[in-house]
């Protein structure tokens, strides 16, 4: 038996609602509303109703357990065929171009000629669990078969037990949220306030420009009234930054403030990938291919390396697989966390020691021409739902790499929770 | 939204009240459903002079499966009359007209057609004839206004050597789908008109492009044309993009979320069209705004806003498809909408006005350089539609305005999509620079 050969898959074009800010626009809508009204926009913009896609893969970071089965059930309730198959992935915020690379891959191997990669977050609807102590409990309850075996599990429940127990934005092995881990690495590498400021105004700027060239007509659909993004700040500026307070780390050093670094966010995104000939023979765009992707972990814990770093190391692994330098993209797209996060991961690239000694390589990656980086605008201003960023990175990115012809190069760098890093390539 | 004062004037209780008190009594309008018959009854056929149009007339009913019945002595009820007044030379010639109509329109069922077909008055030299053939004119609108129970009644002018094109104006006058056109006078010319058509699905296989198709009047016709067998790109507005991936969904179609007055609208719909369609066979400009002020007190951006979305735009994305290479395919259709407002003018409205009357000098202008390259532009004008807009008017202001025409109620969104969507047929090619109102023969801009 011989297997087909790989092919790359394209990125035909993405959807994505826009990021409302937590507890805000869409505070009553679930995961499952959210991920749904992004499959039916894309389902709309390129004609797919009734349709049987290969796959759909996205996921959500934070989940409810009755969201098991997330992304079937938001296919069933889109206008897709129902007999379009679906599975969910979590690889925090690494989840969407994750989604994205193994739709890419089934693609390539042949396996599908179709897919949608997306991912959805909110933390307004978020999952309350009851209290670990009532947990326990009320499962023993449950168990119990006779009335003193009910009488004795009732028995153990306290008034302390009803405090929920609230999902919260931290590393379950050091107890530091990731602002703090960010905060530590920013220090690390002697990442300024001014800095961060200055690639937060740019974040906000270059996404306004953005929406006024009407660049994101075909990548959004509104969505319960919200027509952009509602953090962004068209009018942010250096000034107006200066004057907040730190909120991640402490004392003299911390630079870290509410505005460099992302809200926490609602949203979903996803993107139709599929074979060159599925697209052609529908009429459809290839604005990219998804040449290739990495991923990689650190050991935040023990190892002293920074939480969000992973990236840092994903890159020349890929970066010598496709016998390219750091140099040789024509946009960058480095997930905006933390303004200092990219500023970290930039920095770590051009440090002839960590490049050496970290990384194993014998010269620095060198660095990146900052006016290709986030030329659309990143996190900092439309906000950061977990795993709908992936999604969004890569339709803007196909399509800003589209629009400047073929053959460009675009590079995605995505950190994520626990460690990881997933970063990718793309070319028109 | 239900019409209750319709729906109580046709009621048990509300039939006796209204007739008692000689109140208006609007009938229950005959639309259009799919599979319906052209006629639901016997149709007849008559002559004012030697008209050349009455064998062609009765051919095409017949070929409809409609009953031709004799104008003489029956009594059965009549579903339409048709009049060939071709053959006036005179005012002389008009009793005829006269004396075959009244016998016939005491036969007419409720939702009756009258369709009378004259030649242009224009296209004479003797000063009798043009009286007499501009009197069809009058004589029609009057008709019109005489009829009740949902009955209309138009005309068609069938210059010499446009007579194979009158078969889509039949069709269209006298089904469901013209329920609320009434008093109109449409004028065909001569074009190159396809074999067959697929009366069913007479735009099976085209490409249409709506603007304004997220809500109301649009997504009417969105859905009409998607009916008819179109693939219906939808395009709207950005921030009406849920709304207009909805109805996209729902028709099978595809959402383009553009507004239309960006610079670069036009060229990005034409590459749109070019790349995921290879062309497109009917454009339908229906994106319009309103933002009503007295002209004294109205401010440049009011007046500015309204002509870039209703005028401006129209004319740089129709002029940008006829630029564009191989983007119009054969036989291609652009459908306007203008309103009555910019015929008759409305107090509050001289920016929506003149933009609406705009586009009807548009269509006239362009309408030459289409028929050359085998396509057809045309304008419709609705009068009072019923929709999210008009709900929102005050009680009264609302009653008076929908009550004030021959039908003595408003229009529905699809009433205006029917129009449209018969506009864009392939058979309809002979209709050409042509306003259609459809307004049940509003009193206002008549």
């Not at chain 1, 500026?237 to 307070?245: Q, V």
């Not at chain 1, 050991?299 to 840092?312: F, R, S």
């Not at chain 2, 048990?12 to 009854?41: F, W």
């Not at chain 2, 469901?176 to 067959?196: C, E, F, K, N």
């Amino acid at each position: 038996m011989t297997r087909p050969d790989t092919r790359t898959a394209a990125i035909v074009g993405g959807n994505r609602i826009p990021f409302a800010r937590s507890n805000s626009a869409y505070a009553r809508a679930s995961n499952q509303d959210m991920l749904t009204a992004t499959l039916d926009g894309l389902v709309a913009r390129f004609g797919l109703q009734d349709q049987t896609v290969g796959e759909v893969v996205a996921g959500a970071v934070l989940k409810h357990s009755r969201d098991f089965n997330l992304t079937r059930e938001s296919v069933l309730g889109s206008r897709l065929s129902a007999s379009t198959p679906a599975y969910d992935v979590q690889q925090a915020c690494g989840t969407g171009l994750e989604a994205a690379v193994l739709v890419a891959n089934k693609i390539a191997l042949g396996q599908i000629e179709s897919g949608i990669a997306g991912g959805v977050d909110t933390t307004s609807d978020a999952p309350l669990a009851v209290n670990e102590d009532l947990r326990h409990a009320l499962i023993a309850l449950n168990n119990a078969t006779t009335l003193q075996q009910r009488l004795k599990a009732i028995s153990a429940i306290r008034p302390g037990q009803l405090a929920p127990d609230i999902p919260r934005n931290v590393e379950p092995r050091t107890g530091l949220s990731m602002g703090e881990h960010a905060a530590i690495t920013a220090k690390e590498w002697g990442v300024t306030r001014e800095s961060q400021d200055e690639l937060t105004v740019a974040s906000h700027q270059h996404l306004a420009a953005a929406y006024d060239r009407g660049f994101f007509d075909d990548l959004m659909t509104p969505f319960l009234g919200l027509t952009r993004d509602q953090n962004l700040r068209p009018e942010s500026s250096l000034e107006k930054l200066a004057t907040l307070r730190p909120v991640f780390g402490k004392g003299e050093g911390a630079t870290m403030t509410a505005a460099n670094s992302t809200p926490l966010t609602d949203g979903a995104s996803a993107v139709l990938l599929a074979s060159d000939e599925w697209a052609a023979a529908r009429g459809l765009p290839v604005l990219a291919h998804l040449v290739d992707a990495q991923t990689a972990a650190v050991d935040y814990v023990h190892g002293g390396e920074g939480l969000l770093m992973a990236p840092a190391y994903a890159m020349p692994v890929m970066l010598a697989r496709n016998g390219l330098t750091l140099q040789d993209f024509d946009l960058y797209e480095i997930h905006e966390a933390f303004a200092s996060t990219v500023l970290s991961t930039m920095a770590a690239w051009e440090d002839p020691a960590f490049c050496t000694e970290r990384l194993g390589l014998d010269a620095p990656l060198g660095s990146i021409d900052r006016s290709k980086l986030n030329v659309n605008g990143s996190s900092l201003a439309a906000g950061h739902p977990f795993a709908a960023t992936g999604g969004r990175i890569v339709a803007s990115l196909a399509k800003a790499l589209h629009e400047m012809g073929p053959g460009k190069r675009g590079l995605i760098s995505i950190c994520a929770a626990g460690g990881q890093g997933v970063v990718a390539i793309l070319e028109s | 939204m239900s019409d209750w004062y319709r729906d109580f004037a046709n009621s048990g209780v509300g039939t006796t009240v209204t007739r008692q008190l000689g109140l208006p009594r609007p009938a229950v309008l005959r639309r259009h459903t799919p599979g319906d018959p052209l006629l639901p009854g016997p149709a007849v056929v008559g002559s004012a002079g030697a008209g050349r149009l009455r064998e062609e007339l009765i051919s095409l009913l017949t070929a409809a499966g409609v009953t031709v019945s004799s104008p003489a002595a029956d009594t059965e009820k009549l579903a339409a009359v048709l009049l060939d007044a071709t053959g006036v030379t005179g005012p002389a010639d008009l009793a005829s007209a006269h004396d075959f109509l009244a016998p016939a329109l005491k036969r007419l069922r409720p939702n009756g057609r009258v369709l009378v077909f004259g030649d242009p008055p224009s296209e004479t030299s003797s000063p009798a004839q043009s009286a007499a053939r501009q009197a069809l004119d009058g004589l029609v609108r009057s008709i019109g206004k005489e009829l009740r129970a949902g009955a209309t009644a138009n005309l068609v002018f069938v210059p010499v050597g446009a007579e194979a094109s009158i078969a889509s104006p039949v069709r269209f006058f006298l089904s469901g789908r013209s329920a609320y056109v009434d008093g109109q006078v449409v004028t065909v010319s001569a074009a190159q008109l396809p074999p067959a058509e697929d009366v069913a699905h007479p735009l099976a296989g085209k490409v249409a492009v709506v603007t304004g198709a997220a809500r109301g009047i649009g997504a009417a016709i969105a859905r009409t044309i998607a009916r008819d067998g179109a693939h219906v790109v939808a395009v709207d507005v950005p921030a009406a993009g849920q709304a207009l991936a909805d109805v996209a969904n729902e028709i099978g179609g595809t959402a383009l979320q553009l507004d239309i007055t960006a610079p670069d609208a036009a060229t990005r719909l034409v590459d749109h069209l070019r790349e995921r369609h290879g062309g497109v066979d009917v454009v339908v400009h229906n994106a319009g705004i309103t933002r009503d002020k007295l002209l004294v007190n109205m401010d440049t951006a009011r007046w500015n806003s309204v002509m870039a979305v209703n005028l401006q735009a129209q004319l740089d994305i129709t002029q940008a498809l006829l630029d564009a290479d191989g983007v119009l395919r054969d036989g291609f259709r652009v459908v306007c909408v203008s309103s009555t407002s910019g015929i008759a003018g409305n107090r509050g409205q001289t920016n929506y006005a003149a933009s609406k009357a705009g586009i009807i000098g548009m269509v006239r202008a362009y309408a030459p350089e289409f028929a050359t390259r085998g396509g057809a532009i045309n304008a419709v004008a609705p009068g009072f539609i019923v929709t999210e807009m008009t709900a929102k008017m005050p009680f009264a202001t609302r009653e008076v305005g929908s009550r004030i025409n021959s039908m003595q109620q408003g229009g529905l969104p699809v009433d205006v999509a029917e129009t449209i969507a018969w506009l864009a047929q392939p058979g309809s090619g002979g209709v050409n620079g042509q306003t259609v109102r459809v307004c049940g023969q509003s009193m206002v801009g008549a």
